[in-house]
């Protein structure tokens, strides 16, 4: 009977173990390569990148592509925008001819540096933290409360 106990006892942290990956609840998502950072050296208009996400749930791994905007903030450093507008979600296209961004659902227009000009959106575009790894620009894209004026991370 001791032994049977012993036994249940010790293969709790095994079947914790074989099962973690499962009953994970949160889902990672890594940072995804951008560019190289000479590719952007001189910018002088944001220019929009497909990056490669890799949502890492337990044992499952999923890929999907997200649209970003590499461009300068005032100062002059890089800085990385999703294109999901902070309104309702829509995907916000640079406008070459107005020098703007200009969402198509509901007309937010922001700044090149993704800074708010007008429209419904109650704040700018959203940045993406960035980094720097071997000369290349990387961005953890996440999505962002929509319809706030602050920035609040939801996934
Ligand atoms: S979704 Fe962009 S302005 Fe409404």
Redesign the pocket.
Known sequence: MGGLVVGALLSVPLIRFALFPLLRRTTELKASLVGALTEFSSLTEPVMRTIQIELVDGWRKAISEKAVYVTKDSQGRLRVLTSV?P????T?PWNKDKDQFI??????TFAADGTRVS???LRGMDTLETSVQDGQLQARFQYFRQLVSDKEVIG
């Open positions: 507008c309104h309702l979600g829509c916000v969402c198509p659902c509901h007309g937010a429209g419904p959106s």
